[in-house]
Structure formats: structure tokens, C-alpha cells
């Protein structure tokens, strides 16, 4: 069994985006913890907080992986960026536990020319501030597709990045299918890429998958996500990855450019792939 949803919008509070999951056929979601092109955060009102946990439980979700936004550049060759995107990752964290025990996935970001070493020590030096040893959140690298200057086009960029930092447990991955594909991975033979993370990462490691087809060919290097069955990785690999047997237990989230109509297609596709 696996966890389905898909990203909603956080306007209307907590709660009310549990219900909205529940609605689109959901048992897990996606929302962003701020303005995703910009830095603005919501106020948290703690029982709205509360009464998403309660409903959570009460309908058997799974974890949530709420997601930085695309603003957040930990690996600027700008200090003032840098700064910024550090000051929202600890204020992130902060926010992260009015709704404990999910996930918070974010993309490492572009070395803009600095180099992955020079950018990878700075990613380091703002999880080190970010993460500590009581939080109730696992952060997680997202894979990237590996366009530009982009820091986790392979697995072995992830790992350097996990091996340093000082509360390790606290940091996970979540694989993006249209990412990996773009980067180059095969994911028709599923298991082969698994075995390649697991030796590089660990697959214990790995707490979400964002599900998503691709507009590209394998290894184009472009990250343009396309409907599920649309595009060039197609159902029938989309498929057995949703099957996989070592990747049952994880959210899986749906971030395809869809309206709530496609959602609730798209969930109901993949639960029909799981019978």
C-alpha cells in the first residue's frame, strides 16, 4: 500500500486542506509552508494546526510532505540570498512543528557557476543551522532533473550532502520520478535505480516519492512534468513503480499540472494500479 495526493493550496488553513484531500480521494498532501515564489509566510493558528493532526489520525493519512519554496537558493553565490533562504529554512522549522512527525522537502539549489563542492558546503552549513536533534520533522533533498547549475542531479551529489551533516537522522530524500528520468535514471527497470540508491544513499533513506510523468526524453536534462500516462515515462512504468514492493509505506505526491479534476483522476488511476 502506498499513500496518494497531490499538492493543495494552504489559503484556507489546515484543516481545511485535509478535507480537501479527502474530497479529491486522497490519504496524504502536499502544501507549501510559504508564498512559493517568494518569502511570506501565513500566521499558523495553533487549533487549526491541532485540528488537521486529529483529523490526520482519524482518517488514517499518511505523512505529509510540506515543501519549501522556490525561492529558496541555500547554494547562492549571493551572501543577501543565501541569508534569505537560510532564514526561511530555520523559520520552516520552527512552523514544522505545529504539524510534528511529517516532511519538509526542498530542492538544494543552483551553484550558479560556484561549482557542486562550493555549493554543497554551504547546503551543509544551513541544514547544520536548521536541523537539531529534538526537531519532529525529517527534511528531505528532493532529486533534481539536473538543468543549469542545479545541485542533486545524481544520487551521489545527495549522499555527500547527508554524509556531513551533523543530525543525519533528521535528513531523508524524496525521489521525483520526472526528475530522476530527466536526470538520466531508467526507471523502467525500477529496481535497478533502487539498487543504485540504496548502494550510494540507503534506501531506508528514501520517504516520498513526488509521482509525475515527464514531457522529455530520458536524460534531457529539462524538468517539464507532464499528466500521468502523457508523457514519455507512460503508465506502464509509472505503474510499476506505484507496485514496487519496496516502496509501499511512502506518500506518494502528485505534482502534474492538473485542476482538481485531474487529481481525482489521476488518484483514482493509481489506486486502480494497486489491485
Known amino acids: ?11 484556507a488553513g489546515f484543516l481545511a486542506m485535509g ?30 494546526a491541532d485540528a488537521l493532526m486529529e483529523y490526520l489520525s482519524e482518517n488514517k493519512f499518511g505523512p505529509l510532505v510540506a515543501h519549501a519554496p522556490y525561492t529558496m537558493n541555500l ?24 504539524v510534528p512527525g511529517n516532511l519538509y522537502n526542498f530542492h538544494p539549489g543552483s551553484h550558479v557557476g560556484q561549482g557542486v563542492e562550493t555549493a ?14 529534538g526537531m519532529h520533522t525529517t527534511v ?8 543549469g547549475s542545479e545541485v542533486g542531479r ?14 543525519p537522522e533528521h535528513l531523508g530524500v524524496c525521489l521525483d520520478t520526472c526528475h ?28 516520498a516519492i513526488h509521482m509525475n510523468d515527464s514531457m522529455n526524453v530520458i536524460g534531457a536534462h529539462k524538468d517539464r512534468h507532464e499528466k500521468i500516462g502523457e508523457g514519455c515515462i507512460g503508465s506502464e512504468i509509472l ?23 485531474g487529481y481525482t483522476r489521476e488518484i483514482a488511476l493509481i489506486r486502480g494500479w494497486m489491485k
Open 1 to 11: 500500500m502506498i499513500y496518494i495526493g497531490n499538492h493543495l493550496s494552504s489559503t
Open 19 to 48: 478535507k480537501a484531500a479527502t474530497k479529491l480521494g486522497g490519504d496524504t498532501f502536499a502544501f507549501f509552508t510559504r508564498n512559493p515564489r517568494g518569502g511570506k509566510a501565513k500566521e499558523i493558528v495553533k487549533s487549526d
Open 75 to 98: 547554494c547562492s553565490d549571493k551572501p543577501d540570498i543565501r541569508k534569505f533562504a537560510r532564514d526561511m529554512l530555520v523559520d520552516d522549522m520552527e512552523r514544522m512543528e505545529y
Open 120 to 133: 554543497s558546503d554551504y547546503i551543509v552549513e544551513a541544514l547544520d543551522e536548521a536541523l537539531t536533534p
Open 140 to 147: 528531505l533533498l528532493e532529486t533534481m532533473a539536473g538543468k
Open 154 to 167: 545524481n544520487f551521489e551529489e545527495l549522499a555527500a550532502i547527508r554524509a556531513r551533516v551533523r543530525c
Open 180 to 207: 530522476v528520468w530527466d536526470g538520466g535514471y531508467d526507471i523502467s527497470d525500477i529496481d535497478s535505480v533502487l539498487d543504485e540508491f540504496d548502494r550510494v544513499i540507503g534506501l531506508e533513506h528514501l520517504k
Open 239 to 261: 505503474k510499476s513503480v506505484v507496485r514496487c514492493p519496496r516502496l509501499q509505506g511512502l506518500p506518494f505526491i502528485l505534482e502534474t499540472p492538473n485542476d482538481d479534476e
